[in-house]
């Protein structure tokens, strides 16, 4: 059974920054990829970051701004977010993807609000 824990998520002022870490435990085999989504309210879920093979993708919107990283071990994934505004405010999900099926996180609060 896999698990991914999230922390990291809290309040903060527009302009600040916050990390998030998603650790992974459990049976895992052929991970394909790690990457982090979030959710506002009334909203569907996006992709915001991905990390796959070594490379990178980013939504458009946090494009220069948030920056995703993984540990060695492969099993700790990282979103550092910088420069923080009020339409990043979301539940954001950790996402582990194997060959077989995806797992998701708990999900972490992120209001940015002044």
């Known amino acids: 059974q896999v698990q991914l824990v999230e922390s990291g998520g809290g309040l903060v002022q527009p302009g600040g920054s916050l990390r998030l870490s998603c650790a992974a435990s459990g049976s895992i085999f052929s991970i394909y990829a790690m990457g982090w989504y979030r959710q506002a309210p009334g909203k569907q879920r996006e992709l915001v970051a991905i990390?796959?093979?070594?490379?990178?993708n980013y939504a458009d919107s946090v494009k220069g701004r948030f920056t995703i990283s993984r540990d060695n071990a492969k099993t700790t994934v990282y979103l550092q977010m910088n420069s923080l505004k009020p339409e990043d405010t979301a539940v954001y999900y950790c996402n582990l993807a194997t060959t077989l099926r995806d797992y998701w996180g708990q999900g972490t609060q992120v209001t940015v609000s002044s």
């Open positions: 990390i796959r093979g070594g490379r990178t």
